[in-house]
């Protein structure tokens, strides 16, 4: 690092460059990482039609500055003055949803873990893992609908408010139960927390990321909408085709096969390597050293 440091440094010396240091390298580090990530939320929000319509307004302007508009300007003068104002009001659920995905990132938390110890089995049980599994299955073979939101960092407190308490262990025969036709905790999300289902009926947000399909319906939006707001894996299975979705970072998969949904599974359960390298010995019927 020094290295380069000084050879940066005698590089800009001979083209009477001002002095450079390695702070000032890692500024240029930090803003080009920030100017990227803005450049990209634009792209990927209504935001960048709105930045195009900017680049519009400006190259007026420079036009109209060139030939000495006068009125054309001093009414651009007042205006930028509530501009900032205006697009906080009009990109509210932008700018908020950008800040959301900003504090999921838990830049402190890969560092610096503010847990004394975790539990052997992770944020829930090999157990769970198989029963939702199989009740998964066992609805997608029948075509019955259902929405399984599991929990991880982000409380889901909000969700289950809008639901029914159930507060029962994770069992397969339950969820199935659940999600059957014509009874009533079919209509809504279940809530699993751990190794247990919190609540069931739960409204889920809508998302309006338009590059989902068209055939989708309102399950699998709804899927989606709550893993773009928290960090919670939502499980879909489709009333009209009996497939299964997996929405997570806002991003859906469609149509699972076991292995990708046990993985899915394991990959937010969090246990620790030494767990799960003693339960795949025990599934392949190893000993234990």
């Known amino acids: 690092m020094g290295n380069i440091v000084e050879f940066l440094r005698t590089t800009f010396e001979k083209f009477n460059m001002p002095e450079f240091s390695w702070t000032d390298f890692v500024e240029i580090l930090v803003i080009a990482f920030l100017v990227y990530e803005i450049f990209l939320w634009i792209k990927n929000t209504k935001a960048y039609s709105l930045l195009k319509g900017i680049v519009v307004i400006v190259v007026f302007l420079l036009i109209a500055e060139f030939f000495e508009m006068s009125t054309i300007l001093w009414i651009a003068n007042k205006l930028f003055t509530i501009a900032a104002t205006v697009i906080v009001v009009v990109f509210q659920p932008e700018l ?70 159930v507060d029962a262990v994770v069992s397969s025969q339950l969820l199935i139960n659940i999600f059957e036709h014509n009874t009533p905790l079919h209509d809504g999300a279940v809530v699993v927390r751990g190794d247990r289902i919190t609540a069931a009926t739960c409204y889920l947000p809508l998302s309006d990321n338009l590059s989902l399909s068209k055939e989708l319906g309102t399950r699998h939006r709804a899927g989606v909408g709550i893993s773009e707001v928290t960090d919670s894996l939502t499980i879909i299975v489709s009333e009209e085709t009996g497939r299964i979705s997996i929405a997570y970072e806002g991003e859906l998969i469609r149509n699972v096969d076991a292995e990708t949904f046990r993985q899915k599974l394991e990959m937010i359960q969090n246990k620790p390597e030494t767990e799960k390298k003693r339960s795949f010995f025990k599934g392949k019927g190893g000993k234990q050293a």
């Open 96 to 165: 908020r949803k950008a800040l959301e995905q900003l504090g999921r990132k838990n830049f402190l938390s890969s560092v610096i873990s503010f847990e004394n110890g975790s539990d052997i089995n992770g944020r829930f049980s090999d157990k769970t893992i198989q029963e939702i599994m199989r009740a998964c299955s066992e609805m997608a073979k029948v075509k019955t609908g259902a929405l399984i939101v599991i929990e991880q960092n982000n409380s889901l407190m909000d969700v289950e408010r809008t639901g029914i308490t």
